[in-house]
């Protein structure tokens, strides 16, 4: 059996969505050990267990959670001194793939990123990864070992197998040397009224929205919809609306019910984060945008008259 | 303060992205200066206006990428380097992140900027390896940076808002592009830019070899298409379709 290691993503106790999601796949690949770190492991190792982590390796220390990277790069290479796997699995998001970078260089190994899946072929790992802007998929085939794999959120349904995991306490201790990027306050300012990755509905802002003046209008839609709001990295860079609100490769992947973009062309950047959506709705001036080829309905014209007749016509049909 | 910033030519973002009928990527294509390395020089050249020092560029590529370089030096940066050999062509992140390493190291910085991704790649991966090949700390999605003698204060861009993160220098920053806003070059910038160094390094110079690639590709296949639906104009029986749609998606 191959030895898999899928790195648990914690943010500030709480275990991520994502790394149940690795868990789904990686038990089909070989015998899974889960890397818990920072505050809250304990707690997530009972649940890695239940979705089918047969060891998981933690540490509680608070440096985990206030150091940027190297603490946990640490943590993995030292266990990697003491037992190589053959396949290293993180979540390809901001903050694991920080992590799996470092390590990549200190290993020499490289990595593949922005997979959509990965599979065992005999005794290789190959990963599947958008190429060509998207229009194709490339089956990547990593030669060196451990192999690392970052793969974009929700690629793959979390379920749960049964069983618990065998604990087993990292022996470790954090050096001073590695304690530099150091996190001192942490800043809310987003509080999202539905959260975009688990909305049944999202509308989605690009430049076709002429400016963020008129993403109210896409709040009122979202209202009537009991939706929520996203946007293209374009708009993002722009600095129209915040990086929270970014749906793409590198933003939030997202695969509700309906999608609605509007006034987004429909890059790669973008569409590998919402093309599972179930149904697309395009609103575009330009009926020849890439979007329109993906979308289930796509309406030609300018959004900024479509999206509020789209909002009336809903709240009339409430009453 | 010496400041590093590292820099790409990237097929041009506002071109859509050219295939051949063999589907190989057309080598015809505009080719700018990364839209987010623009902000990462500009904000390397505001830090330097404030602290004074120098920004040096650093860039992987062909002969061509010099004129990324040109266009940085003309907004103002002090000097370049250019990395480029055939050897390099076809360099994954790794190889990539250890030839710049390479050439980094050599400058001794106080501080290298990153964008947070290329516009081309968009996976964000040469800037971790580059932070640990150069046994840097890393401050990563600032969208504000500030210098104290020896430190380095960054806000880091998150899902939720932002959080404040400091370290030692020398240390690697990557920036998101909502940082600074590039100036233009202006004409006494880029004639001024003609006589500045662009240096040019050889794989030969940099001291690494070049193992078994990483990783290779296998074959590529279509993507699993989703089906174009219909494309209507919005005329007066369009909301009436989307809503037809919504109501068939049970949202509605």
Redesign the interface.
Known sequence: MAKIWVYAELHQGKLQPTSLELMARARELGDVEAIALGAGARAAAATLGKHGAKVVHLNEDQAFDDF???PA?DALAWLYQRGAPDLILFG?T?DS??????L???L???????AGDVAATDGAF?AQV???????????????KPVIVLVRPKSFEASEAGGSADIKELALAIGDSSK?????????????KVKLEDA??VISGGRGMGGPANFPLLEDLADA???AVGASRAV????WVP??MQVG??G?SVRP??YIAVGISG???HTVGM?AS????AINKD?EA?I???????????AL??VP??TA??KA?KG | MKIVVTVKQVPD?NS??G?EAD?S?AREKEVVLD??DECGIEEGLRLKEAHGGEVVLVSMGPERARDAIRKGLSMGADRGILISDAQLAGA???LT?QALAAAIQAEAPDLVICG??SFDG????????????LGL?????AKKIELDGSAVKVH?????????????TP?LVTV???IAEPRYASLKGIMAARSKEIRQVGFGDLGIERG???????????????K???????DGT??????Q??A?????
Not at chain 1, 97 to 102: D, M
Not at chain 1, 130 to 144: L, Q
Not at chain 2, 137 to 141: A, E, I, K, M
């Open positions: 940027i990277a190297e790069t390809f901001p793939r920080e992590v799996a970078g470092r990549a260089a200190r020499g190994v490289g990595l593949i990123a922005n190959i958008p190429y060509f802007g998207g229009a194709k998929v490339a089956s990547m085939r990593a030669n060196r530099r990027a150091r996190i001192t306050e942490r800043v809310v300012e987003a509080s999202e049944k509905v919809l009991g939706g993002v860079d722009a600095g990086y929270s490769q590198t939030k019910g309906v890059a790669m950047q093309k179930k149904v697309i709705i009926a890439p329109m080829k993906m979308a289930d309905l796509g309406v030609v014209g300018d008259k479509i007749a789209l016509a809903l049909r | 973002p859509s992205l295939l589907y990527l839209p987010g994954d992140a790794l992140a947070t991704e968009s996976t964000g991966m040469v800037p971790p390896m580059l932070a640990e090949l700390p890393q401050l990563t999605f880091r861009q998150t899902a939720d808002g932002y959080q404040v993160v400091e370290a030692p240390a998101t592009a909502g078994e690639a990483v990783e290779t590709i296998e074959g590529v296949a279509d993507a699993e298409a989703r174009a639906g219909a494309v209507i104009e919005f369009a909301v009436d379709r989307i809503l749609v919504l068939e998606a049970k949202v509605v």
